[in-house]
């Protein structure tokens, strides 16, 4: 029996499809996922570039800068235990609504801790700044409001993630209503952090309703032993995202501290363009990730064709879609920016070419999840964040905004590809097998 959706297809693919019903799940899981995001992605650059024009270079650097600051604590209070949580509800280690209630009463619990350090600090930092305190304090405000977010990984593990995906749009195109009517009416920056926030707010009420109507077959709970588990399970990723962080979003903090706001505006620019490639492997990974860690459970084997055909198939992805946005850049920055942003197309022609190292990233994050990696995550992602310190302070230095992006590329290439490829024989064999043998089944 054939998904509803199979009807609207050419008979070929029709054909094809036919009896696949694990494939015509995850594509029709898939849909639904890149519907919501590609959205997101024009909606969010059409307001976030007028937003760029409105505010001007300065202002809006500031804004960036703010953002990255909160990254950094954003990755404490997310735990950073998704994969883990949607893994054992997907392979029934445990019971769903205990995993789930677990999780969601310690995320308040880090959110709530994690917002009140972030003010705390911005404030020591820059005393003198009231609007970058309030700024801070105001969307600081997600990191307790993405607590809901444990609400998705329910319906991610059981390839539900459509119920989730009509209240969250909701919740998006309400928070950038109110954003264009803050730009109409010419109202301050301050006003737009809030807009963030209120976004946050409505996504978690949206999430609610949606659980309602296809809840768990038990109340949620959290138990002290699930938290330790959860803990034990995810602490190693706490330190290794935040290390990933810091190479991913220190360039920013430095650029306002060496060049200031306007550099970081023009730099911040570049990137909601070149980061919605990403769309594509992060909405195939959240439906492919129950697939395939039912593979691991059946046989070895089985696991690896898959990951190959997954690494080889990101790969083609970034490559294409990279080639085309650099070769349109300038006059995508044109279009969306005006002249004051002219310099953005130079960083945008160059750091697109980062997502060829992102989609392989995005993929081995299956690899790490199911294997269990840690020790060899923990050196890469250390070793990255002091390259990225380290090549910002000299490359920033040396060639401006775009000594940025060559400094990214060499931290992701680092932490990505060679230093866990020189440590696990195992992953570096995948990567042989995708890029110079030939992948011997489908997922």
């Known amino acids: 029996m054939n998904a509803s959706w199979t009807k609207y297809l ?9 009896g696949r019903l694990v494939l015509q799940k995850t594509i029709g899981n898939t849909g639904w996922l890149l519907f919501d995001r590609v959205l997101r992605i024009v909606i969010g650059l059409t307001v976030g570039a007028w937003i760029a024009r409105y505010l001007g270079p300065a202002q809006f650097g500031e ?67 009231r609007q970058l305190f309030l700024l801070t304090a105001i969307i600081g405000g997600t990191l307790i409001f993405r607590a809901s977010d444990t609400v998705d990984l329910w319906f991610q593990s059981q390839t539900q993630s459509k119920r989730t995906v009509v209240t969250k749009l909701v919740a998006y195109l309400f928070s950038n209503g109110v954003k264009i009517f803050l730009l109409l009416t010419k109202a ?46 995810c602490w190693p990723f706490i330190v290794c995202s935040f290390m990933i962080t810091i ?41 492919l990730a129950p697939i395939v860690a039912r593979k691991i459970r059946q046989d070895e084997r089985l696991y ?14 970034s490559i294409a879609g990279a080639s085309l946005i650099a070769l349109v850049s300038p006059w995508l920055i044109s279009l969306m920016y005006g002249p004051e942003y002219e310099y953005s197309a130079v960083i945008l022609s160059a750091h697109v070419f980062v997502n060829v190292i992102i989609f392989q990233g995005i993929a081995q994050d299956l690899w ?13 992602t250390f070793i990255a964040a002091i390259i990225g310190i380290a090549s910002n302070a000299l490359l920033i230095r040396k060639f401006g905004a775009l000594g940025a992006v060559f400094s990214y590329m060499l931290a992701q290439g680092t932490s990505i ?10 992953l570096l064999d995948l990567y042989k097998r995708a890029f110079l043998g030939i992948a011997k089944s489908e997922i």
């Open 63 to 129: 804004l960036a800068y703010v953002l990255s600051f909160i990254a950094f604590f954003q990755v404490i209070a997310d735990l950073q235990a998704d994969g883990f949580i949607v893994r054992d509800i997907a392979q029934e280690k445990g019971e769903a609504s205990v995993i789930l209630g677990t999780t969601l009463w310690l995320r308040l619990v880090f959110g709530i801790i994690s917002l009140a350090c972030a003010a705390i600090l911005m404030y020591l930092l820059h005393p003198q700044d």
């Open 10 to 18: 050419p008979e070929m693919l029709r054909e094809w499809l036919d």
């Open 417 to 426: 590809v060679i230093i866990p490829c020189l440590l696990r024989r195992d």
């Open 304 to 317: 690896e064709d898959a990951m190959v055909t997954i690494f080889r198939t990101f790969a083609v992805l």
């Open 368 to 380: 790490i999840i199911n294997k269990t990696v840690r020790r060899e995550l923990l050196i890469s």
């Open 247 to 287: 190479f991913m979003r220190i360039d920013q903090i430095m650029l306002k501290e060496m060049l200031g706001e306007s550099q970081l505006g023009i730099f911040a620019a570049a990137l909601p363009i070149s980061q919605a490639l990403s769309v594509v492997p992060s909405a195939l990974i959240v439906s």
């Open 188 to 233: 301050p920056l301050i006003a737009f952090a809030g807009a963030m926030c209120l976004e946050a707010a409505a996504t978690t009420l949206g999430l609610i309703i949606a659980y309602r109507r296809f809840p768990t077959r038990d109340r949620w709970k959290a138990t002290v032993t699930q938290a330790k588990i959860l803990l034990h399970l």
